[in-house]
T-cell receptor, first 114, second 114 residues
Framework: DAKTTQPTSMDCAEGRAANLPCNHS???????VYWYRQIHSQGPQYIIH???NNETNEMASLIITEDRKSSTLILPHATLRDTAVYYC???????????????FGKGTKLTVNP | GAGVSQTPSNKVTEKGKYVELRCDPI?????LYWYRQSLGQGPEFLIY????????DSGLPNDRFFAVRPEGSVSTLKIQRTERGDSAVYLC????????????FGQGTRLTVV
């Protein structure tokens, strides 16, 4: 599985956009980019995933560079409740021979400040 | 219940004892995952079930760890001869079919071996 690199920590002001970067320079053509987050003392929560097109849902936007070697998760209007560890994960589609498992790194600790 | 349920929420056991951790997945979810998480680390994959069978058990650290899912629903993670190093939060997740579908995590069981 491709590895990801994320900053250890980031800060963001409440109401501002939080932009969380992730490098995945060894990503393969059949690997998707997933984002999960983990609020203190809770299990991880799915946010969004994508292959090569930018994606948006009610929680966030995912911007993937054209060469797919990096991506950015955008929380458009961060709130205090968005304080969490954010994990960027690359994972192949299972039917293409990949494993179903999600391989978590250490993630980025995002702190949203009032 | 609507989410993944894990019991007990906390377990303290003595070194050398046997423990069982239970996971009730979301109804209808065929894929089930076990992870463990040590303080300050991301979740570490242990085992993945598709239905009743373990499709990937590559993350089980040694033969003291075993998991079952006899009817394709509830799963039990079993740890024999517990060691202090087994202390961690054990997380369970389920998803509808695996693959690209999102995984829903439980709150975890905090295991402390004294």
């Amino acid at each position: 599985d491709a590895k990801t690199t994320q900053p250890t920590s980031m800060d963001c002001a409440e109401g501002r956009a939080a932009n969380l970067p992730c490098n995945h320079s060894t990503i393969s053509g059949n690997e998707y980019v997933y984002w999960y987050r983990q609020i203190h003392s809770q299990g991880p929560q799915y946010i969004i995933h994508g292959l090569k097109n930018n994606e948006t849902n009610e929680m966030a936007s995912l911007i993937i560079t054209e060469d797919r070697k990096s991506s950015t998760l955008i929380l458009p209007h961060a709130t205090l409740r968005d304080t969490a560890v954010y994990y960027c994960i690359v994972r192949p589609e299972a039917f293409q021979g990949g494993s179903e498992k999600l391989v978590f790194g250490k993630g980025t600790k995002l702190t949203v400040n009032p | 219940g609507a989410g993944v349920s894990q019991t007990p929420s906390n377990k303290v056991t003595e070194k050398g004892k046997y423990v069982e951790l239970r996971c009730d997945p979301i109804s209808g979810h065929t894929a089930l995952y076990w992870y463990r998480q040590s303080l300050g680390q991301g979740p570490e994959f242990l085992i993945y079930f598709q239905g009743t069978g373990a499709a990937d058990d590559s993350g089980l650290p040694n033969d003291r760890f075993f998991a079952v899912r006899p009817e394709g629903s509830v799963s039990t993670l079993k740890i024999q001869r517990t060691e202090r190093g087994d202390s961690a939060v054990y997380l369970c997740a389920s998803s509808f079919t695996g693959g690209l579908t999102e995984a829903f995590f439980g709150q975890g069981t905090r295991l402390t071996v004294v």
